[in-house]
């Protein structure tokens, strides 16, 4: 009778302690994340993801992170490139805001274990026209962007948890990610037609040196920080605005313990590539990876074909046969011009026109885009080209023919310059980097005599 009384007395107990458990865990709830893979491909068993906000928490470790055992807390833990911030992940209830069997907690237990790397397959990768520094790949609703072919970042999709296992030097990214530090001011172009300057946090450029307008207005508002060149950042800045990526030009090679700063206090660093895109259009065509990033795949791909049938009736016409000379005056008197293989070349060629520096090899010397040459020449060259265009983004801004000729008097006995064919790039020729198309049709109307107006070239008289 006493041990039946006292086996009775411990079912009670129990009982007591799994409705408490139980009701502990009513509150919680559980996503999934769908990757797109079948229980087949992931060797029979269905893939969950982990864990959903919740009270304010992100989803970071998995039950397999902490030892194969379920948390009965919040407190699991798991690093990710987030601005240096470490993710937490909420515990997941059975659904039904009930105990647990022993049998349902050990299936339950083996369905949440943590998304694996290579259980994820891949769906395909974007169609590239004509870009072919970057590639990007989709696993399910995760993205894998390469640049440069070799540099790999995975996209993570905001709630959704960071695979374990990933392979080495694949650097996991939050996206759309929302305190950027802009280095590279090539690519502030793409944010601003992708309607994403608010995602632009900190800017590697002054206030006074932006020719875009919409940038220089945010810095004004305060609304986008200046937080020191790409050789010199303000680290303490960078941290306390809770950077969550940086993006660089190449120019950061020459300094590279500035990125290996950045990386150590675990912020993401993409070096952008697109200035070694030989095809203006291949330039133009990153605004796909950058509407990958931020979540606007679909935006970035319309406005790229927009501007592909923009330009369609200008690449379909025949060439004019008219030579032009791109070029400006350094301080010592030394011409600057560009490389057959430079893509200012190219997109003369598009427009209709011949570069007349052809001869130049872009692989000669090293690996510059530009090359100086001496006055006469630039003169022996250059002299009898249908037209000139003085590129003002480097050096100032030329207003008149006698601006032209007071760097060089010889320029007046040039054919273009006798016959009132000078242009002149503005400041903003390279910072507004989506109007290489326009460029490309204003080129093409003054070469065939058909452009009247103009926003980035105007005529010196």
């Known amino acids: 009778m006493r041990k039946e009384t006292y086996r009775f007395l411990y079912v009670l107990f129990l009982t007591a302690v799994l409705t408490l458990t139980a009701c502990g865990r009513s509150g919680s709830a559980q996503t999934t994340y769908e990757t797109g893979q079948s229980a087949e491909e992931s060797g029979g068993q269905e893939i969950e993801p982990s864990n959903q906000e919740q009270g304010g928490q992100e989803p970071g470790q998995s039950d397999q992170e902490t030892g194969g055992q379920e948390p009965e807390q919040s407190d699991g833990k798991a690093k990710a490139h987030s601005g240096g911030k470490i993710a937490e992940e909420s515990e997941e209830s059975d659904g039904q805001g009930g105990a647990l069997s022993a049998k349902e907690a050990a299936a339950g237990e083996h369905a949440k274990e943590s998304l694996r790397w290579d259980e994820l397959s891949c769906d395909g990768s974007m169609e590239l026209s004509y870009a072919t520094e970057f590639s990007v790949d989709a696993y399910g609703d995760y993205r894998l962007i390469t640049i440069d072919q070799k540099d790999r970042f995975l996209l993570i999709p905001k709630g959704a948890e960071i695979p374990s296992g990933l392979p080495d030097g694949v650097v996991a990214v939050q996206s759309p990610p929302e305190h ?7 690519v502030m172009d793409f944010f601003r037609s992708l309607d994403a300057l608010a995602n632009v946090r900190m800017s590697g450029t002054k206030e006074s040196d932006w020719h875009l307008e919409e940038a220089r207005a945010a810095m004004e508002q305060g609304t986008m920080l200046y937080a020191g060149k790409y050789s010199a950042p303000d680290y303490e800045l960078i941290l306390g605005q809770g950077c969550d990526l940086a993006i660089e030009n190449t120019m950061i090679y020459h ?45 970035a791909e319309e406005i790229y074909e927009n501007w592909l049938a923009a330009l369609s009736p200008v690449l379909t016409r025949e060439n004019t046969g ?45 690996a510059l885009s530009t090359m100086n040459i001496q006055m006469e020449e630039f003169y022996a060259v250059a002299k009898d080209a249908d037209y000139l265009i003085y590129n003002s983004t480097i050096d100032e801004e030329l207003h008149s023919m006698k601006d032209l000729l007071g760097k060089s008097s010889l320029l007046g006995d040039f054919k273009a310059v006798r016959e009132g064919h000078v242009y002149c790039t503005g400041k903003n020729f390279f910072q507004e980097t989506t109007g290489m198309g326009q460029f490309i049709q204003e080129l093409h109307g003054i070469l065939s005599e058909e452009q009247t107006q103009t926003q980035f070239l105007w005529q010196l008289r």
Request: glycine residues 8%.
């Open 180 to 186: 950027i530090y802009l280095v590279s001011s090539s």
């Open 255 to 299: 300094n590279p313990e500035v990125k290996e700063q950045l990386e150590k206090l675990g912020i993401p660093v993409i070096v952008e590539h697109s200035s070694y895109e030989s095809h203006p259009l291949g330039r133009l065509e990153w605004i796909k990876l950058y509407g990958t990033l931020l979540g606007k795949e679909r935006e």
């Open 322 to 366: 008219r030579t032009v000379a791109f070029f400006y005056i350094t301080k010592n008197g030394a011409v600057s011009v560009r490389k057959s293989g430079d893509y200012i070349a190219k997109m003369i060629e598009l427009a209709g026109g011949n570069y007349i520096f052809s001869h130049l090899d872009a692989e000669e010397e090293n």
